[in-house]
């Protein structure tokens, strides 16, 4: 929503700026509290990495960040210059995205792999009229036939 208030005051040139200044500062307060919902855990994260002397991808995302609302904190505050407060809330909501997903997968790929870690007691032995009978894997001999279904562990 915070795109479509900017592009609505940013598209219309003759827009009064009153009017301007007003949806300026709707949005500075819809950026601040996306900062604080989203932002927070990045914010405590990085204070960490730098106090153990690290700069991470992070870092770099949040003097971006940082940067767009002090841009913008001063191109409203002089009327010089373009607002773009809605930069930070789409960068925030996109990397939280991000991070939902990777986490995500990453859940997906641990509880997969820990299904591979299982290691299968039984098979199906395949026997010479073409059938076959669920056997324990300890009575396979060297020789024996066994089918195998996909997805199956061997």
Known sequence: QVMLLSLGINLEPDTPSEIK??????????????ILLLGK???FQQIRELRSRRIGIETFFLLTLLGSLVASLQAMLTGV???YFEIPPILLTVYTLGKLLG???KNQAITRSKEFLEIPTSCWKMLPNGSTHKVNIHEIQIGDQIQVFPGELV
Request: no cysteine; hydrophobic share 65%; proline share 4%.
């Open 21 to 34: 200044r007003g949806v300026q500062l709707v949005i500075l307060g819809i950026t601040l509290v996306a």
């Open 103 to 105: 986490v995500r997968a």
């Open 41 to 43: 855990p990045l914010f």
């Open 81 to 83: 210059g373009a607002v």
